[in-house]
């Protein structure tokens, strides 16, 4: 599964709404333009970015191809998107070195009553350290 290509393909509104109605009625290309009041070359297109991410499949009518959606791409999405938010953020531990200077103001974890000197360096300077400490440090200086 391309996360990337999924996210892409349903990132279009047309393709999005295509996804919708395809998800209550299986609809052929025909159905689908008169339904979208687009041209069925621009739903071919459409249709086209939505198989090549794997979200849907195809079964032939006669001379119409008609389309469903495969369910289980959107639920392997929905499971990696909610394993996504579920990521729970670290307190950046700078002794470790592994704080990037972009985030050295939110090193310090809120539970921490002190910081050490390392730390305050790592995070506040050692030009400025008279400075107050910025959001939830408990830091005192001395």
Known sequence: MDKTL???????ETRMNILTMLLRHNYCVRALAKQLKISEAAVSQHL???????????????YYMHYDVN??????LAKEIDALAEI??????PEDGECPKKVQVKCHSHHKEECSDLVKEFCHGHEHPEQAHIGPCKCHHS
């Open 6 to 12: 999924i996210l892409k393909a349903i990132a279009d």
């Open 48 to 62: 086209k970015i939505l198989r090549e991410a794997g979200l849907l499949t195809g079964e032939k009518r006669g």
């Open 71 to 76: 369910r289980e791409v959107l639920h392997m």
């Open 88 to 93: 729970q953020r670290e307190a950046c531990q």
